[in-house]
């Protein structure tokens, strides 16, 4: 007596229309953050998985201080942005150049203070440079990396002084 193979046999037709509903609702998905991405290509942010660190909300225990790093030079801005003085990378070998200076006051307040580095295109050399410089101090340390026209903005909205370029 034989017996009857087909009856071992599953049938997955409806399975398989589950999976293509799926991969649609899916590429519809990815077709539409495409779309609004290209469309607010300047609303872009890259923000930390809640929860993973401490900062995940962002920093609210420390004030920022900002170095815009170009590739020539490094812009300092003193007082949550009211003062900036920009300093040629030549001037850094100066014993007490303003570099310094701002370098010794963050870390006087260094409990209160970190500094974030806003590192331009063509100026990632330099920017290691003072990442290493700066860890080393014991200095916190945040970085972002800037398009070469953006401007720097503040809290409030305040925008940085402009300055002609060297």
């Given at each position: 007596?034989?017996?009857?193979?087909?009856?071992?046999?599953?049938?997955?037709?409806?399975?398989m229309?589950?999976?293509?509903?799926?991969?649609?609702?899916?590429?519809?998905?990815?077709?539409?953050?495409?779309?609004?991405?290209?469309?607010?290509?300047?609303?872009?942010?890259?923000?930390?998985?809640?929860?993973?660190?401490?900062?995940?909300?962002?920093?609210?225990?420390?004030?920022?201080?900002?170095?815009?790093?170009?590739?020539d030079?490094?812009?300092?801005?003193?007082?949550?942005?009211?003062?900036?003085?920009?300093?040629?990378?030549?001037?850094?070998?100066?014993?007490g150049?303003?570099f310094?200076?701002?370098?010794?006051?963050?870390?006087?307040?260094?409990?209160t203070?970190?500094?974030?580095?806003l590192v331009?295109?063509?100026a990632?050399?330099?920017s290691?440079?003072?990442?290493?410089?700066?860890?080393?101090?014991?200095?916190?340390?945040?970085?972002?990396?800037?398009?070469?026209?953006?401007?720097?903005?503040?809290e409030?909205?305040?925008?940085?002084?402009?300055?002609?370029?060297?």
């Open positions: 007596m034989a017996r009857n193979r087909d009856s071992t046999k599953t049938d997955f037709s409806s399975f229309c589950i999976i293509l509903m799926l991969t649609g609702a899916l590429v519809t998905i990815m077709i539409a953050n495409i779309t609004i991405i290209s469309a607010n290509p300047d609303n872009i942010v890259i923000s930390a998985v809640m929860g993973l660190t401490e900062f995940a909300d962002g920093n609210e225990a420390k004030n920022a201080n900002y170095i815009d790093v170009y590739r030079r490094l812009d300092l801005f003193f007082d949550k942005g009211n003062r900036r003085e920009s300093i040629p990378l030549s001037d850094l070998e100066i014993r150049n303003q310094e200076q701002f370098m010794e006051m963050v870390k006087a307040e260094q409990e203070e970190y500094i974030v580095l331009r295109p063509h990632s050399h330099v290691r440079r003072l990442i290493r410089t700066i860890m080393d101090s014991g200095i916190d340390l945040g970085f972002e990396l800037f398009e070469s026209d953006k401007e720097v903005r503040f409030g909205g305040m925008v940085a002084e402009q300055q002609e370029e060297y």
